[in-house]
């Protein structure tokens, strides 16, 4: 069993540590938490060691009815592999104890791409993880982006990708952030940092990429076009999304045409926290014009896209499951995720 730490037990890191704990090969050894909070709660519920960034704090933790196991330093000890869900920022000074500890990391789309080195995507460069000691996993929006850029790629050639991100507000916790009315260009200058964070993963690609907020907490949105370098249909494109292990066609029939209806659709299909982990593109919205002019809009959740790419991305550090295809195929049967379609 592959021991993992979670550093930052917030909207990722209570994800990563709920999806660990079902892997077959994975358990959660310790999560950790600056100040008690409702999530502290949480980890206690599920039975997660929980460790504290400042153990000054320790009494407050159990004067809460929180058990303290340690501070962080004493929680990586106890590890293989720390996933560092810490806010975007924090990774990087948390990088020198794992260097001195020597414990592999994976970090999140928060962190430059420098901090790790390497920026992961389990369909593009999984193979090329084994050996380094820190991996990133791309922004929510990258990793939407890298799916179904290279989906596209191996099928059929990308000359050039233009994308315009509608994203989400805050998350739905977060309730300091906006804006609740207005719909800010962010950033207004172009092209936005998107297109060169996927360049991160996929380094050959021709991408220019729009982003604005918009007043919503559940989904980013892409309206995505790219250019394609051999002919082929709209019937070929569904069937490369039909069959893959991470895109999701959001049907027709559904009658889905928002966030807040896919939300409501994976809330009824049982997913844990309404998960979409699996890039929702629209059916109906998939075009192809003129043999090579490829349209589509498609939904990314936010909080989940990224979740099995940290499960895999362990793997591929550790060195415990050198195909890539398996390790997908076991994350998403542990997370009981049959993509939506
Ligand atoms: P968050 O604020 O919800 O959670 C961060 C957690 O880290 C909090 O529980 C906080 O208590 C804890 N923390 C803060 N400082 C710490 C420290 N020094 N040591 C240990 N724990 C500490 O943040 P988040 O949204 O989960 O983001 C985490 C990372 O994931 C960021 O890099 C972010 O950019 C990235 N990310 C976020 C989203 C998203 O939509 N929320 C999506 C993709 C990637």
Not at 87 to 106: H, S
């Amino acid at each position: 069993m592959i021991k993992v730490a979670i550093n930052g037990y917030g909207t990722i890191g209570k994800r990563v540590a709920d999806a660990v704990a079902k892997q077959p090969d994975m358990e959660v050894v310790g999560v950790s938490k600056t100040s008690v909070s409702a999530e502290a709660f949480v980890a206690k519920k599920r039975g997660y060691p929980l460790y504290i960034a400042d153990i000054g704090k320790k009494a407050a933790f159990e004067k809460a009815g929180l058990d303290v196991a340690g501070d962080v330093e004493a929680m990586l000890k106890a590890a293989d592999i720390v996933v560092d869900a810490t806010p975007g920022g924090v990774g990087e000074k948390n990088r020198p104890v794992y260097e001195r500890l020597g414990k592999k990391a994976i970090y999140q789309g928060g962190e430059e791409h420098e901090v790790a080195g390497f920026s992961f995507n389990a369909h593009v460069n999984y193979k090329e993880a084994e050996g380094h000691q820190f991996a990133r996993i791309v922004s929510c929006n990258s990793t939407g982006l890298v799916r179904i850029i290279s989906a596209m790629d191996q099928a059929f050639g990308v000359d050039r990708v233009r994308a315009v991100m509608v994203r989400r507000a805050s998350d739905p916790g977060d309730v300091k952030r906006g804006p609740v009315d207005a719909t800010v260009l962010n950033p207004a200058t172009i092209p936005s940092h998107h297109g060169p964070d996927v360049n991160t993963v996929l380094p050959d690609v021709n991408i220019v990429t729009l982003a604005m907020i918009v007043p919503t907490t559940f989904m980013h949105m892409h309206a995505i076009q790219m250019d394609l370098k051999k002919e082929t249909t709209r019937e070929e494109v569904l069937k490369v999304f039909e069959n893959h292990s991470r895109i999701g066609l959001v049907r027709k029939a559904t009658g889905i045409k928002s966030n807040a209806q896919l939300r409501e659709y994976a809330q009824d299909l049982g997913r844990p926290r309404a998960d979409v982990w699996e890039n929702g593109v629209f059916e109906e919205s998939v075009s192809v014009l003129g043999g090579k002019e490829f349209y589509c809009f498609q939904a990314i959740h936010q909080e989940a896209d990224v979740i099995p790419e940290n499960i895999d991305c362990i793997r591929a550090l550790m060195g415990t499951v050198k195909d890539p295809e398996e390790s997908i195929r076991m994350t998403n049967k542990a997370l009981g995720f049959v993509a939506i379609r």
